[in-house]
């Protein structure tokens, strides 16, 4: 395992941003409410399949390789990392792209800055998952594999397409020129190699509890879809649209990770 590699790996996700924030150089300034719908079902579907396949199952697995009770680690991460993020979101300063009310603390921020605020709370927990799982792999300590890294970080890529675009083109209807749009959803998703990096930095440390580090990604990743992107997907009408994207991204990461995982 090269640095390249790893490089390579805790990349995937934040490429994945960029290339959908990229629609806003080339598309409308905003995208139909059907495609949407669908794209936010999506991203949901691949995002809880990922927190279950790639990190709670896991997290249950190395827990009984070293005979501890199986379940608590996974429960107990899992809710503090909804916890972390419901703190996160509660205090952050941050304004949601169809919404007009701030949320978190009251701030003199811009309304640009917060909106980009908003978005970078969510790819949080999505780079750390990936960083979580990589260093499980580079340490060698834990039963993780790098095509379980990589099969994560292509499932998050992947939903983060159709998330970037969402992202930007909106910002384009509300005056936000075209540069101006693609900038700030690159610049929400450079927290995911950030944050996948300090994990695996930190991870020396952190190793003896791996299962509740998976858990706690998973929680973490649980809450935006929970919190955001499941409500978001059901907007307007043509709600059965998002129910459709979430079963096709649900089986596509969950087909993707049992077969690289």
């Given amino acids: 395992m090269t640095a390249f590699d790893i490089a390579i790996v805790v990349l995937l996700p934040f490429i994945g941003t960029v290339l959908g924030a990229s629609s806003a150089l080339f ?9 949407q719908n669908t794209l936010l079902g999506f991203a949901s579907g691949v995002m809880v399949a990922a927190a279950v396949w790639s990190l709670l199952i896991p997290a249950i697995t190395a827990t009984e ?16 990392g909804i916890a972390f993020m419901l703190l996160l979101d509660a205090f952050t300063p941050h304004l949601h792209v169809n919404s007009s009310v701030p949320e978190g603390f009251p701030s003199l921020l811009r309304k640009s800055t917060m909106l980009m605020l908003a978005v970078t709370l969510h790819n949080i927990p999505e780079g750390m998952a990936v960083g979580v799982v990589l260093a499980g792999a580079i340490s060698g300590q834990v039963d993780m ?19 970037g675009a969402i992202i930007s083109l909106p910002l384009r209807s509300q005056g936000f020129s075209r540069k101006k749009a693609l900038g700030f959803g ?3 998703g450079i927290v995911e190699p950030m944050s996948a990096v300090v994990t695996i930095l930190l991870i020396e440390y952190l190793i003896g509890i791996f299962p509740y580090l998976l858990a706690f990604a998973a929680g973490a990743m649980i809450y935006v879809v929970v919190e955001e992107l499941i ?18 991204g649900f089986v596509a990461m969950m087909i993707l990770d049992v077969a690289l995982g």
């Fill in 186 to 188: 690159v610049l929400s």
């Fill in 65 to 80: 390789n070293i005979g501890g009770i199986a379940w608590l680690p996974a429960a107990i991460g899992f809710l503090v």
């Fill in 145 to 163: 594999t790098m095509a379980a890294a990589i099969s994560l970080a292509l499932g998050i890529a992947l939903q983060n397409m159709p998330e």
């Fill in 27 to 35: 598309l409308g300034q905003k995208i139909a409410q059907k495609m």
């Fill in 231 to 248: 409500p978001s997907s059901h907007s307007g009408e043509h709600s059965n649209l998002s129910t459709i994207g979430f079963a096709i």
